[in-house]
């Protein structure tokens, strides 16, 4: 590339002189000279200076070259210097410049510089190569020093580029060591035997040990008994190179008997050539997240008031014995439900309710020993025991009769000796066969079908009454279409007026005729009913069937009837107007329409909820309080409710039946008689089913009477005929 | 483990370096046999390949100058590479005394060596930092020291970002730095091209010999270079061929070669101070 240049300039500026005007003396000539040595030397410079600036650079040099051939003595020195001048400071490092530098001069330098008279062309001729001779050696002393000088530089460069390096590694080293030292996460590394070889302060207060002690351990000794199946698989594989992290929640025994449970990640560290080198751990201690998981986890799975597993973890449980392939082949179950329970809660309040149910969760577990055995409580006074491979229906049987006899045993509560009876429904059978639905269906049915044969008794599930019995769940899916369908009937009971034997109105009782079970009571579907809430039509529906027919009996005033309202029904917001609707739609008067209200519903009723049963009372409607005397009565109470008669329940008349009766029960109801007809309310009595019973009720003044002796409930033709009339 | 960022890199001087490199070309003395010998590799596969340095050289040179004049004095020089001679502050400084440089430069031995050069110079620094990462190199205490960000730097990316693959987003780093200089900054680029110079074959095998050096070789074609002009507006000529940027002699005796890779000025928009 260059050499051709070069050349081409060297022709062309060979004789005669490049610009046709001839050799030129002194300064003009040195200028061309410097013009010439510029543009042959430029493209074999490394200067980052300009053409021009370049010619500029060397003119001071030819002038000191053109001096040196005319000076006596002549010194070679110059030349020296313009070769060193030429590297150091043009930078004319490359060997390849020096023939273009020299060759110019050779050529041009003696014609432009001129010839003075002292000196001949000869003398001129052998200075100008004794000057090269010298700007050769001086271009190679200049090169030579300056490659020493740079390469020198570079080493230092290189050295103090090293020292930088190693000590910004032990700068780094040392903040690594510092993210080790005071890292709150336990940090482990361990060979590839399991040998701790370095741990952390964090790690090492983890474990209580000292950081001393920690690094004296083998990470392969820390196995504990709730260590989750795969971790030593998932570790082994680690070890062998298969596998570069894990995590795992892992238990570690502490040496002050505790456990410590971390979030464990374990890291593989290989070498440059990808062997594994180190096991790298890092630990957080989770014992108390743990320990806060577990309480929640347990608060989400037992029963708050007897600590007994609830409903969710008794459902799991179920689940998973009855999933095929858990290694449960049988279960066992008893559903268990208090008898009567209703009624402790209501005459005792809910406190004494609640340390009842408390002590029968103590008894049932008492009862069960092997840990494959549940006991939960399922809601309200519903418990079940579940059991894992029973050793036959016996087992189980023998089970039941234990808890039975265990909660026979009276339990003392404030002050009281209860005994508590109780029904329970067994199911025993094959896991796998059943759905947990199915089995829980079962328990309930066969549950009932021990409460319906008079309860403190348990039953065997078996399939021949399961098809016949009437579940609870099937009757509340039912009672919507049954409504629908007109399945309910109502019947009628007369109440009688004690002064006179006649009839002073009729009490209109619900009745379902089931298609498949036959007549049930409502005692069967009404809680069914309040619980869904279907209660609130079907009231509805009662209620103006019953209005209806006391229109029809009768020829002048129509015949009063007694209505129930449920609690449900008593707070729903349509009560007031609905049943003004209904009396104005059959053209009744209020007076004629009882509603019965039992005691228990308006117990802690406030002043708003008062208010519709005000508002009907206002009106005219007659408000019976029903069930006297089996709740938790406020007699003071009872002048605040718009009761206009008390409806004794049957339980105090039946000390009454004897003869001569039980003197404690006649002074009582005498009691309550007197004290209504002090607050300017009738006394009904219920459950009347003797003459003399009849006879002392009259005489203690009660004002009319219901039960047997009279008449049992009958269908609306069968009432007209035997009593209507009589009206 | 992956080490952190800030963790410092290691030196291995048997790996070519391309600013040792650079200095061969420049026929200088600071470097190794291995940097010589892959300088003389790259040589034979781009045949003139010192001349387009030295054009290089020149282009920056005038580019200093007439950032000079246009009344800006502050540079901030990154991938700096081995002091030589010509350097921007020895330019610089030749215009005007007061010109603050600032060298920037991943190459640890560079730096080394520069703060050699240039210790006892309060008004030139050495920075060690990567153009990739524009936090660094604006973030130094040097650059806070010596540059006042709000008045007109001069950016120089001369020969740089041919050494800077796609993957590390290079477009990204200059608008960052853009984004932070004063309007009026100048930059200043120049970059490698297989266009406009001698037929080639597109500069593969000069690529495959600085593969196995400290920064491999992206020959980008004249558009792309321009795109990394995007924040700035170009000063005249515009992006040309290194010796076509406001020459002050005639171009005609240049080496072909030399017009093989662009360099242009751009200016930042807005109100300068």
Redesign the interface.
């Known amino acids: 590339m260059t050499s051709k240049d070069a050349s081409e300039e060297h022709e062309k500026h060979t004789s005669p002189s490049p610009d046709g005007s001839g050799a030129a003396d002194g300064e003009d000539g040195l200028r061309r000279f410097a013009r010439i040595w510029s543009r042959t030397v430029y493209p074999a410079t490394q200067t980052s200076l300009s053409r021009a600036e370049l010619e500029d650079f060397l003119h001071p040099l030819a002038v000191r070259l053109g001096e040196a051939l005319q000076t006596f003595p002549f010194s070679p020195a110059p030349g020296r210097e313009v070769g060193e001048v030429l590297v150091n400071e043009a930078h004319c490092t490359s060997p390849e410049a020096l023939p273009h530098i020299l060759g110019v001069i050779e050529s041009y330098l003696v014609l432009y510089a001129g010839t003075p008279d002292s000196v001949g062309v000869d003398e001129a001729r052998s200075r100008c190569a004794r000057l090269q001779h010298a700007i050769a050696a001086g271009f190679a002393l200049a090169v030579r020093e300056r490659t020493l000088a740079e390469q020198e530089a570079l080493s230092r460069a290189a050295l103090a580029a090293q020292t930088a390096v190693e000590e910004a590694l032990h700068a780094s080293e040392t903040r690594f060591r510092a993210v080790f030292k005071d890292a709150t996460i336990g940090i482990g590394i361990a060979d590839m035997n399991g040998r701790l070889r370095d741990a952390n302060g964090a790690l090492a207060r983890m474990f209580g040990h000292s950081e001393e002690e920690m690094r004296r351990r083998n990470i392969n000794d820390w196995v504990h008994p709730d260590d989750a199946p795969d971790v030593w698989r998932l570790h082994r594989e680690l070890a062998a190179g298969r596998r570069d992290h894990f995590r795992v929640e892992k238990p570690y025994q502490r040496p002050d008997g505790t456990v410590l449970w971390t979030n464990l990640t374990v890291s593989l560290l290989r070498d440059a050539e990808g062997e594994p080198r180190y096991q790298l751990a890092l630990m957080e201690d989770i014992t108390e997240r743990r320990l806060l998981h577990l309480r929640l986890r347990y608060e989400a799975t037992h029963d708050e008031l007897t600590g007994l597993p609830n409903r969710t973890l008794f459902a799991e449980r179920l689940d998973r014995i009855l999933t095929p392939g858990n290694g449960v082949s049988r279960f066992g179950l008893c559903y268990l439900d208090i008898d009567g329970f209703k009624t402790v809660n209501d005459s005792l309040g809910h406190a004494v309710g609640d340390q009842l149910l408390v002590a029968v969760g103590e008894r049932l577990q008492s009862c069960t020993t092997a840990p494959a055995h549940l006991v939960a409580r399922i809601g309200g006074d519903e418990f079940a025991v579940l059991m894992s491979d029973p050793q036959g229906t016996e087992e189980v049987t023998c089970l039941a009769r234990a808890l039975l006899a265990a909660l026979a045993t009276p339990i003392s509560l404030d002050g009281r000796e209860l005994s508590v009876r109780a029904s329970i429904g067994i199911v025993e059978g094959a896991a796998g066969e059943l759905e947990p639905a199915e089995v829980l269906r079962s328990a309930d049915i066969t549950m009932y079908r021990a409460k319906d044969a008079g309860g403190n008794r348990y039953e065997l599930a078996d399939p021949d009454s399961e098809a016949r019995a009437i579940d609870r769940h099937s009757l509340t899916n039912r009672l919507p279409a049954a409504l629908e369908r007109d399945e309910f009937f109502l019947e009628y009971q007369p109440l009688i007026r004690m002064s006179d034997g006649q009839v002073d109105g009729a009490e209109a009782l619900v009745r379902w005729r089931h298609p498949v079970h036959g007549r049930l009571g409502p005692d069967r579907f009404i809680p069914l009913a309040e619980h869904t809430g279907l209660i609130v039509p079907l009231g509805r529906w009662v209620l103006e069937q019953a209005v209806a027919q006391t229109c029809t009996w009768a020829g002048g005033q129509p015949l009063r009837v007694n209505v129930n309202l449920s609690p449900r029904q008593l707070h729903h917001p349509d009560l007031v107007p609905d049943t003004i609707a209904v009396l104005e739609a059959a053209g009744v008067a209020p007076s004629s329409l009882c509603l019965e209200v039992t005691e228990s519903a308006l117990i802690g009723a406030d002043e708003d909820e008062l208010k519709p049963l005000w508002q009907l009372a206002e009106i005219g409607v007659d408000i019976a309080l029903d069930d006297f005397g089996t709740g938790y009565s406020n007699l003071a109470n009872l002048r605040k409710l718009p009761a206009t008669t008390l409806k004794l329940d049957r339980s105090f008349t039946q000390g009454l039946q004897r003869h001569p009766a039980d003197p404690v029960d006649l002074t009582f109801v005498e009691g309550i008689v007197s004290l209504a007809h002090a607050l300017g309310l009738a006394v009904t009595v219920e459950g009347v089913e003797t003459e003399s019973q009849a006879d002392q009720l009259r005489d203690l003044g009660c004002d009319t009477a219901q039960g047997w002796y009279y008449a049992r409930p009958s269908s609306p033709g069968e009432f007209a005929r035997d009593w209507a009339t009589a009206g | ?1 992956e ?1 952190p960022a ?6 291995d ?1 048997n790996v070519p370096s391309v600013s ?1 490199m650079y200095d061969y ?8 046999e291995v940097d010589r010998e892959t300088a003389r590799q790259a040589i034979r596969a781009w ?2 390949l ?2 387009i ?2 054009a290089n ?2 282009f ?2 005038r580019a200093i100058r007439f950032a000079v004049q246009e009344g800006i004095t502050q540079f901030l020089d990154i991938g700096s590479g ?1 002091p030589t ?2 350097n921007v502050h020895e ?1 610089a400084h030749a215009l005007d005394r007061s010109a603050r440089v600032v060298y920037v430069d991943n190459d ?6 520069s ?3 240039l210790e006892g110079d309060q008004r030139v620094a050495m920075v060690s930092a990567d153009f990739r990462s524009p936090q660094d190199v604006l973030g130094s205490p040097e650059t806070e020291n010596l540059l006042d960000l709000d008045r007109p730097v001069v950016l120089m990316l001369v020969a740089l970002l041919h050494f800077i693959e796609d993957r590390d987003e290079p477009r990204k780093c200059v608008a960052e730095l853009a984004r932070r200089l004063a309007p009026g900054s100048l930059l200043v680029l120049s970059h490698g091209s297989a266009e406009g110079g001698p037929p080639r074959d597109g500069g593969a095998a000069l690529q495959e010999v600085y593969s196995a050096a400290s920064a491999p070789l992206v020959i980008r074609s004249k558009a792309e270079i321009a795109q990394f002009f995007e924040e700035f507006e170009m000063v005249d000529p515009g992006l040309v061929a290194l010796p076509r940027w406001r020459p ?2 005639p171009t005609e ?1 240049e ?1 072909p ?1 030399v017009f093989s890779g662009f360099a242009g000025v751009g200016r930042k928009a807005g109100l300068a101070e």
């Open positions: 483990m080490r800030w963790a410092p890199q290691g030196i001087l040792r070309y420049l026929g200088g003395s600071h470097n190794f045949p003139g010192p001349k340095m030295q050289r020149a920056m040179r081995i001679f010509g330019v640890p031995v560079a730096v080394a060596h703060r050699a050069v002050d002699s005796y080496d070669v």
